[in-house]
């Protein structure tokens, strides 16, 4: 089945303890991005991956790092988690085709951060 | 403020009635998407509107965009308690540098009772 999958779906965790959101995708795409969502603000893009070793900045990338080693794989770094990072996540995955071809996401389920 | 907002922000309607919601945007773009998103779950993507198209249809979906006023609206027909959710829109721009990059709206909530 072709799916983008997020792990751990919960998490609590305490201020400064680094963790790692992993997310697989099983579809070859090329794009994958990383969103928070919170309550009055909508989804807002952390950060993005065009490619293997081609990441760039989205709209809140403060506090988060990634990496795209694999084509398949787009973890999500925080480094030293902070109270403002609760929030939910998701993992998107999508393909392209050319300069003119549509972006359509494939959302993961999300995982659900407390930061306390 | 947000690339693509939408309105009503809430919806609460009865089973059998239709239900209309409006995305509004800001710059030019390449095509124009909606997403439903049931409570605390991973988006799916319903149906997407290319900048030069001006409706759609899939089963009782029915999208229109407008783009000398940047808006867009999706209307579902006869809905059901099952269509319950949030859906949102989502604004993939012309000619942007950041390739794979959707904006998104805040979503309206769209309650249908039984």
């Known amino acids: 089945e072709a799916q983008v999958t997020q792990n751990p779906r919960y998490l609590i965790t305490v201020t400064g303890k680094k963790l790692t959101v992993t997310c697989s995708q099983n579809?070859?795409?090329?794009?994958m991005s990383w969103y928070r969502q919170d309550p009055g603000l909508g989804l807002r893009q952390i950060y993005y991956?065009?490619?293997?070793?081609?990441?760039d900045k989205g709209d809140v990338p403060e506090g988060y790092k990634v990496s795209r080693k694999e084509k398949r794989n787009f973890p999500l770094i925080l480094e030293s988690p902070s109270p403002n990072q609760t929030s939910l996540y998701f993992c998107?995955?999508?393909?392209?085709?050319?300069?003119?071809?549509?972006?359509?996401?494939?959302f993961g389920a999300g995982s659900r951060l407390t930061v306390l | 403020s947000q690339q693509g907002e939408e309105d009503p922000q809430a919806l609460s309607i009865q089973e059998g009635e239709n239900a209309t919601m409006n995305c509004s945007y800001k710059?030019?773009?390449?095509?124009l998407q909606w997403y439903r998103q049931n409570s605390g779950r991973g988006l799916v993507h319903l149906i997407l509107?290319?900048?030069?198209?001006r409706e759609k249809h899939s089963g009782r979906l029915r999208v229109t965009l407008d783009t000398s006023k940047k808006s867009s609206s999706l209307l579902i027909t006869a809905s059901r308690a099952a269509d319950t959710a949030s859906y949102f829109c989502?604004?993939?721009?012309?000619?942007?540098?950041?390739?794979?990059?959707?904006?998104f709206g805040q979503g309206t909530i769209l309650t249908v009772h039984p």
């Open positions: 991956s065009m490619n293997v070793e081609v990441t």
């Open positions: 579809m070859n795409h090329e794009y």
């Open positions: 989502a604004t993939d721009v012309r000619g942007g540098t950041s390739y794979g990059k959707l904006t």
């Open positions: 509107i290319r900048s030069n198209e």
């Open positions: 710059t030019s773009i390449n095509n």
């Open positions: 998107a995955s999508s393909f392209r085709q050319g300069q003119a071809g549509a972006n359509v996401l494939t």
